[in-house]
């Protein structure tokens, strides 16, 4: 009776354990969810401020870092800047960069989030024409310590409606 009692007692430590585990496992996992949503959410506004200093709290700011998009694909920091933030800063007067539909998943360390986008701004110049594009983007976050920092993004326009099939 004794060694029955123990072994139900070592059971039932034993399966306390792996619940409080999992209780942390999914408590670190919710925290990273909400980290990295933030991230998304500073992302937008870093590109409606068209501002590479905010950006780069969380952009992983070394020749490491990528920027795909249809005209072309930014290679490092550097070009991020230049070809994205300090572009839509000089070619639009204003900015709205919202997303939907959006999905995050944490991998440990690693996090992919996937949005669609709808984006309204005013071209700069004498006339100032307003313009709305919309697409669809991947990003790939790794976390460094505390801090997740965006190490990869690729966008896209929406697909076109009647495309042919299988492609």
């Known amino acids: 009776m004794r060694k029955e009692m123990l072994f139900y007692l070592v059971l039932s430590l034993f399966f306390a354990g792996c619940n409080s585990q999992k209780t942390k496992n999914s408590e670190e996992a919710q925290a990273d969810t909400r980290a990295v949503k933030l991230v998304l959410e500073n992302y937008k506004i870093s590109i409606n401020q068209a501002d590479t200093a905010f950006a780069g709290t969380f952009w992983l700011t070394t020749s490491q870092s990528h920027f795909i998009h249809p005209r072309g694909h930014e290679k490092g920091w550097e070009e991020i800047k230049s070809g994205i933030y300090e572009m839509f800063g000089s070619r639009f007067e204003t900015r709205d960069l919202k ?3 959006e999905t995050i998943q944490v991998f440990g360390d690693m996090a992919v989030v996937v949005f669609y986008w709808i984006f309204d701004a005013t071209f700069a110049g004498e006339n100032p024409t307003p313009m709305q594009t ?16 965006i190490v ?3 966008y896209s326009g929406m697909p076109v409606t009647g495309a042919r099939e299988g492609f």
């Open 152 to 154: 990869h993004i690729h």
């Open 134 to 149: 919309r697409g669809r983007e991947t990003m790939v976050l790794k976390k460094f310590g505390k801090s997740w920092k």
């Open 99 to 101: 997303s939907y539909d």
